[in-house]
């Protein structure tokens, strides 16, 4: 057994890379994939994957874990509870949020939710800095070091009373972000548009959760992609654009790209799945898909689709936010709530891959190769993680073998805390059997193998997405504004 040249050798499957598929052995050696190609040497241990799909373990760009809100309420999952879940379905890496609430240090934050990742989670995670508190502390000094060491991107939002960041805020948060080399992304909605929405039909009587999708209006988030864009176009900061659900705003971000902006863009499962007629549920039914932005409408869907087609849209995430149906999650405010008092997020972590593998390779919706490119090779590449997202040698070992031809029913309940699914009783094709994380085996029939703690720290290094376009607005090019430095 001594001269065998691999540990594991998956054997005879189906390889399927973002630009291509082909017949090949794969060869792991530790924790790295060490060969790829037909008639490999022995491995110590043989997977037959014969009739199989390997492919990349699905990397989770935008996922909430263990994360208080900014209404004070703890998410149902633990990094334990969520990162099982996302082995579970496909996916080996996960991007959560080290999330700063007022009068919090983010050096402490970001110490805080690493201790806890590191006690509990079994996919290999990052952290996007969450900053809601952004004092001089944090602007001058913490977040450029944070952003140093390896944590490269910076979540902010435009709105929410407890979180949003102004105007001024927002410029400082991009400029600081610009110097130490990360990618800022933004939760885009207009504040305003928002709350006095919400409060007029609160006023009204129109309390049930159905009406929490009419007090987001698509307005509002047309608004704010379009201001975001001047901001980043005025600093030079490259952006992404959480959970787009507009076409609307699909458009201008289209358009800012054409013009050579370094503008990128998700969208989220629930958005290709679901539309706001799924909330005309009966009582407090529809509390449990509340999410923000909401739903919009099938038209919306298609353009959606359209721009994960084109490109315009780069990255297909979970945004798994987590809360229990019951008075610590959703029902928090009360057996009576309005819709305004009811958390907003879904689960998501768990079924995203098996959706989009339904869709996309079943159902003929952009195709293998694209699947693989937007659930795992670019997030990856995006977001820096390293040697993720991708088959080859080099490469971590985190491989999934799906059985494309597999019917499954999801079930009412997942494999996190949540209690309940919002896709329950739906019936997707094709599902993973084995997954495998850095070599070792995590999920092998429907089983967990993997131990809480097994997941990683991905420190990043600056990659692309964070590189400024060197395009300089009027008023910071010295050549345009009578000299001055202000960067």
């Not at 070091?145 to 407890?162: C, E, N």
């Not at 949003?164 to 400082?172: F, G, K, N, R, S």
């Not at 972590?349 to 952009?366: K, S, Y």
């Not at 850095?438 to 089983?447: F, K, M, T, W």
Request: include cysteine.
């Amino acid at each position: 057994m001594a001269d065998q040249a691999f540990d594991i050798v998956i054997r005879g499957g189906t390889v399927a890379t973002a630009d291509g598929r082909f017949e090949a052995d794969v060869g792991l050696t530790g924790e790295t994939i060490a060969a790829v190609g037909r008639g490999l040497a022995p491995g110590r241990r043989e997977i037959d994957a014969r009739g199989r799909l390997v492919l990349p373990g699905g990397v989770d760009s935008h996922s909430h874990i263990e994360q208080l809100s900014g209404g004070g309420i703890m998410n149902a999952d633990t990094f334990e509870t969520a990162t099982r879940s996302a082995l579970m379905g496909g996916t080996t890496s996960v991007i959560s949020f080290a999330a700063q609430h007022r009068g919090m240090r983010l050096t402490d934050v970001v110490d805080d939710y690493a201790a806890r990742a590191a006690r509990g989670a079994m996919a290999d995670y990052a952290f996007h800095l969450m900053v809601a508190n952004p004092d001089r502390q944090t602007i001058e000094t913490d977040l450029p070091a944070l952003i140093r060491a390896g944590h490269r991107s910076v979540k902010v939002f435009m709105t929410y009373d407890k979180v949003q960041v102004t105007d001024e805020q927002l410029l400082d948060v991009l400029l600081a972000t610009r110097s130490a080399g990360g990618l800022v992304c933004v939760h885009a909605e207009n504040h305003g548009m928002l709350k006095w929405m919400g409060d007029r039909l609160v006023a009204r009587g129109y309390r049930a959760p159905k009406f929490h999708a009419v007090s987001h209006p698509r307005a509002a988030e047309i608004e704010a992609i379009h201001r975001l864009i001047q901001f980043s176009l005025l600093v030079d900061q490259p952006i992404m654009i959480f959970h787009v659900s507009t076409a609307e705003g699909l458009d201008l971000i289209r358009k800012a790209r054409a013009e050579g902006a370094k503008v990128y863009a998700e969208t989220c499962t629930h958005y290709l799945f679901q539309t706001m007629a799924d909330l005309d549920l009966p009582g407090l039914e529809a509390a449990k898909l509340l999410c923000s932005p909401p739903q919009r409408t099938p038209s919306d869907q298609e353009a959606l689709w359209r721009g994960l087609e084109l490109g315009d849209l780069q990255v297909l995430s979970s945004d798994h936010a987590p809360y229990r149906f019951d008075a610590s999650g959703k029902l928090s405010a009360g057996a009576d709530p309005d819709f305004k008092q009811i958390a907003n997020g879904q689960p998501g972590l768990q079924i995203r891959m098996p959706l989009l593998f339904d869709a996309m390779v079943g159902g003929g919706r952009l195709g293998l190769e694209r699947f693989v490119d937007l659930t795992a090779a670019t997030p990856a590449r995006i977001y820096d993680l390293p040697r993720k997202g991708a088959i080859a040698p080099g490469m971590d070992a985190d491989i999934v073998l799906w059985d494309p031809e597999r019917k499954t029913v999801l079930p009412d309940a997942l494999d996190d805390n949540t209690g309940y699914n919002p896709f329950a009783g739906r019936t997707v094709t094709g599902y993973p059997e084995l997954v495998m994380l850095r070599g070792a085996v995590a999920v092998e029939d429907g089983v967990l193998r993997a131990k809480p703690g097994s997941g990683r720290l991905l420190l990043r290094e600056a990659g692309e997405a964070t590189r400024p376009t060197g395009r300089l607005s009027p008023e910071f090019d010295p050549a345009h504004n009578f000299g001055a430095d202000l960067y």
